[in-house]
Structures are given as C-alpha cells and as structure tokens.
C-alpha cells in the first residue's frame, strides 16, 4: 500500500502561482509514473498533468498547457506541480495519483492509489 500526502494549496489571486507537492511512502515511487487531478464543486474529476517514471515525458490537458509544469524528484519520492497565471475556474480539489505503469496516463483508471488531495482557490 502506497499513501500519497499533497501540499502546498491555498487561496491565491488571479495570475499568482502556486506549487503543489505530493509525496509517497515506501520504496516504489521511482518505478511508476505520476500525475495530478483536480475536482471542483458539481464538476467531473478532470486530468490535469502526469509524467512518466523518470520524468522524461510529460503531458497536459488543453485548459492548463503552458502555464503549469510538473516534475518529480524521485530522491526525495516527490512530484511537484507548479502553477503559474493561475485563473478563477482553476479553482479545485487538486489531488496526485499513482499509476500501475511507468509510462504515463491521463486516464484516471489507470492509477493504483490516490492521495486526499489540497484545496487550490483562486479569487479574481
């Protein structure tokens, strides 16, 4: 069993950044790759960024391409989202996941295990 722990969120104005982290336990992480969801209220849970086990490849959904990156350091069994010009609809549960391959998906039914996630709002 793998527990992912998520920071880093908060209330931010619009065009602010924020960097949101998600840790793993155990001795595995470095094998799989990881990616980022966000929930809002009423909303469907959408694909936000996920990369492969090395961090090599990346990809984006459409609504945050160019502004937010993510990373991982798998010394410290960490992955990072860092979000620039952030926007009122990206306001959300942000929540990390691992998945059961070491390429990545953008398909949540591919993920194995889910942190709890952390709030991100964005005022405007």
């Known amino acids: 069993q793998v527990r992912l722990v998520e920071s880093g969120g908060g209330l931010v104005q619009a065009g602010g950044s924020l960097r949101l982290s998600c840790t793993a336990s155990?001795?595995?992480?470095?094998?799989?790759?990881m990616g980022w969801f966000r929930q809002a209220p009423g909303k469907e849970q959408e694909f936000v960024a996920a990369l492969d086990w090395r961090g090599d490849n990346t990809v984006y959904s459409d609504s945050v391409q160019g502004r937010f990156t993510i990373s991982r350091d798998n010394a410290k069994n960490t992955v990072y989202l860092q979000m620039n010009s952030l926007k009122p609809e990206d306001t959300a549960n942000y929540f990390c996941g691992q998945s059961s391959a070491n390429y990545y998906t953008t398909v949540a039914a591919g993920y194995r295990y889910w942190g709890q996630g952390t709030q991100v709002t964005v005022s405007s």
């Open positions: 155990g001795n595995t992480f470095s094998r799989y790759s």
